[in-house]
């Protein structure tokens, strides 16, 4: 039995190592089949890596474009803004200055009117009673009959101011509540104004990071590039290797079966000796 056991193991060594070699032929004969399919799926792969980033840089294009579009419009509308404000500021000295004379100088200019047609109602009073009285007089020739006085008619004059300096205090008042309108009207537009600031910054950011995400598309568009061209090289030299590698094995299971056949020829001619004894 000894003899019989010697022999089944280079039997099975020259068989594993056969089967070793005939899938080594066979992986090495699949490698170069494969090659050109992997080669072409490969540069597929590539050209829809480089045609997605050739859109998204299109896209980033475009997002840059309207960012900047609106970046112009809100820094026309922040001018525009101050220089309402400005206006309005403008507007509300005027209307400060306007409220002062209409309120103050008019109607102290009205009061001193009519104390001057007091005045002069009073000086006019005398005047007339010394014409009427000298008009009684038949010997001097004097006819003093007016149908209205001097007197009465400057009094109804210095009445007549009277409704004057309710309307310019009335107007008074409503250039006040225009002032303070406009106040809050200007108010808003500061707020507004830092609004549309805080828009600046945020687009001004958004342009760095798009300029970051074009050159990095770039890096990656000219990387794809490089590989398009490389690609066949590239999957050549990685095939070469692997084939290297298999020959590299089929040449150790060679020397394995060898070894394995100069084992089986020993042992067969011990048996063969033992059986001649």
């Known amino acids: 039995m000894r003899p019989a056991q010697n022999k089944i193991i280079p039997i099975l060594i020259i068989w594993v190592t056969a089967i070793g070699l005939l899938l080594s032929i066979f992986f090495l004969i699949q490698i170069w089949r494969l090659r050109q399919p992997v080669t072409d799926k490969l540069r597929s792969a590539v050209n829809q890596t480089s045609d997605i980033l050739q859109t998204t840089g299109d896209g980033l294009d475009l997002i840059s ?28 000295l005027f209307i400060d200055s306007a409220g002062s004379f209409v309120g103050e100088d008019l109607i102290n200019t009205i009061t001193n009117t009519q104390r001057t047609l007091d005045t002069a109602q009073a000086s006019a009073l005398v005047i007339d009673n010394i014409l009427t009285t000298l008009s009684r007089v038949p010997l001097i020739g004097i006819n003093y ?21 309710e309307s310019l205090k009335g107007f008074q008042s409503n250039l006040g509540s225009t002032r303070t309108d406009m106040q809050e009207f200007k108010d808003q537009l500061l707020i507004l104004d830092q609004n549309i600031s805080a828009i600046n910054k945020n687009l001004a950011s958004s342009q760095a990071v798009i300029d970051d995400y074009r050159t990095q598309v770039s890096i990656l568009t000219s990387w794809a590039d490089d590989a398009r061209t490389s690609l066949p090289v590239w999957v050549k030299t990685i095939f070469w290797i692997l084939t290297i590698i298999i020959l590299w094995l089929v040449l150790i299971q060679v020397g394995i079966l060898l070894q394995g056949i100069s084992l089986l020829s020993r042992v067969q001619v011990n048996l063969e000796a033992k059986s001649d004894q």
Request: negative net charge; hydrophobic residues 35%.
């Open 145 to 165: 009959n007016p149908s209205l006085p001097l007197n009465t008619a400057l009094g109804e004059v210095s009445k007549s101011l009277d409704p004057l300096q």
């Open 65 to 92: 474009q309207v960012i900047k579009n609106v970046y112009t419009s809100t820094l026309y509308l922040d001018d525009t803004t101050n220089a309402l404000a400005q206006t309005i500021q403008s507007t509300s």
